[in-house]
């Protein structure tokens, strides 16, 4: 190769010998996977099943006044009956040669190491996918759509029935806020007692920011936690918005329930598991694969959906 030097940059130094490298490396940054913070995730189910299932009882019966000598005496009993839900297999991979192996020794860059956490990613993404919506077609239920879920729809006129309502005023919100926790309690007979409420950040931007009153620097959220006698969390959560949603909601969404892993769970019988590289040719590939079996919901009394009109 032949250099010619009246045409190189004037002077002693070379540009890349100007180059100052930063010794921190920026990774792109995604949207929080918030499945594990918001539902208690299982792993108690064995990765060989293929189904599992949980029995429900049901105490029926009286116990009542009867005459003298009376023969015809009330019956309590027991009623059970049982869900099977379904388990399906995901599975990913991530694949290097023999080039990029040496490239990667010679350069000092651990290059299996990032393309596994770029597969361990993946999964996180598809489990947060299946958790909160569940997989089309598989028979596997997210916690934000659960067909068995209710649902009611928040009533007004145009102008105030959602918080971004034109009309909408501090006590329209708070009523919102009210309306499906005092739904759960009346429609469960006060057996469900919702902690945890569930919000679109739009909607959760609008009432920590917004005065309860134009004499009070209290917000709504700030007044609505101190005087609900159960709520004791609110969040905001992306996937609740139609437009984060995949196309799964059409409205924006408000979940009300109780955190409890006794209501409900995310079962995962086998988290993301990688296997030996198997080589090909003159590449190598590692497979890595997951067991996952949606929500289940144990008391679907203790959850609720609150809908825009």
Known sequence: ?????????PGVFLQRELEHILPKVYEK????????????????????????KYEIYDAVGEFDLISDFGDDLPTSDVRRGEIVNTIRNFAGSFRYTTEEIRKAQFAKVSLEQRRADAVRESYERRANKVALFGYPGTGLRGFFN?????????????NDSWFDGSGITPDGMLAILNEGITYQVNSSRMVERPDTMLLPYSVYRKISTTPRSTTSDTTVLEYFLRTNPYITQVEPINELDPDNSGGV?????MVIYKRDPGKL????????????????????SVPAEAKMAGVALYYPKSITYVDKA
């Open 146 to 158: 659960h067909p068995v879920v209710d649902k009611i729809v928040v009533s007004g006129s145009s």
């Open 29 to 52: 940054i995604y949207a929080e996977i918030p499945y594990s913070r918001i539902i208690p995730v299982s792993n108690e189910v064995p990765e060989g099943a293929e189904t599992y």
């Open 1 to 9: 190769m032949t250099v010619r030097m009246d045409n190189a940059t």
């Open 249 to 253: 909601l059409t409205k924006p969404r």
């Open 265 to 284: 769970q995310f079962h995962v019988p086998m988290p993301l598991k990688f296997h030996p590289p198997q080589p090909r040719n003159l590449a190598w």
